[in-house]
């Protein structure tokens, strides 16, 4: 049986307590990489990407009720001129209910502050210029029912189901404030079988919206 004595050069070494102290170590730093997770997840989730649940089938056919979004909150912000995440027609928006706030919709982005929105037969007219809107469905869009010209107010916008058979929104109770806008949906991680990107409406034959300028410009006059 060999010794410590026997030989100076020789290390006597305990396994068990290394092997417990190894245990302990690894748990701390097991511990710490969760929590470090947890932090940079709740970062996110505050500044960054929020999940929300479609409530409803105001958005039929390009949501349906129960499907989980991802929602960015990065939106309004400019660094010397770089856009991060500005908002533009046809950009499916979640916001809170102006006439309830404690409520959350989903809607599409039809149109910005100064512009003249008007529904005739159940087509959107922008400027009086046709929104042409592929993303709709007949089967969903049969009312065509007409409302009034309007123009958007300052700081707010015009919002519309794609579903306009059923969809309560801006035909009804009015435009949607620039501050209760609160991100943009982008992905869909639920259900499995829809997962992926969001399509947003693209109008090249649209004019470019006139945001910046009702941002610092006067309230638009009635025509």
Request: charged share 30%; aromatic share 14%.
């Amino acid at each position: 049986m060999l010794s410590s004595n026997d030989d100076r050069g020789i290390e006597k070494r305990d396994l068990r307590k290394e092997a417990s102290r190894n245990f302990w170590w690894e748990s701390l730093r097991l511990i710490r990489d969760v929590f470090l997770i947890i932090v940079v997840f709740i970062l996110v989730g505050v500044f960054f990407v929020q999940p929300v649940v479609v409530d409803g089938s105001s958005m039929v056919p390009q949501l349906h009720d129960g499907e989980r979004l991802l929602v960015n909150k990065f939106i309004y912000y400019d660094i010397k001129s770089v856009s991060f995440g500005h908002l533009e027609r046809g950009d499916i928006v979640v916001f809170w209910f102006p006439e309830d706030p404690g409520k959350s919709y989903v809607k599409r982005l039809i149109a910005f502050p100064g512009e003249t929105v008007e529904v005739r037969d159940g087509k959107v007219f922008i400027n009086d210029v046709e929104l042409v809107e592929p993303y709709l469905d007949e089967e969903h869009n049969r009312s065509k029912i007409s409302f009034d010209r309007q123009v958007v107010k300052k700081h707010s916008y015009y919002v519309m189901g794609d579903n306009r058979d059923n969809s309560a929104d801006s035909r009804y109770w009015g435009f949607v404030p620039e501050k209760y806008i609160y991100g943009r949906a982008f992905f869909r991680y639920w259900k499995p079988q829809d997962i992926g990107f969001i399509e947003h409406g693209s109008y090249p034959e649209m004019p470019a919206a006139p945001l910046d300028d009702m941002r610092a410009g006067d309230e638009p006059e009635e025509k």
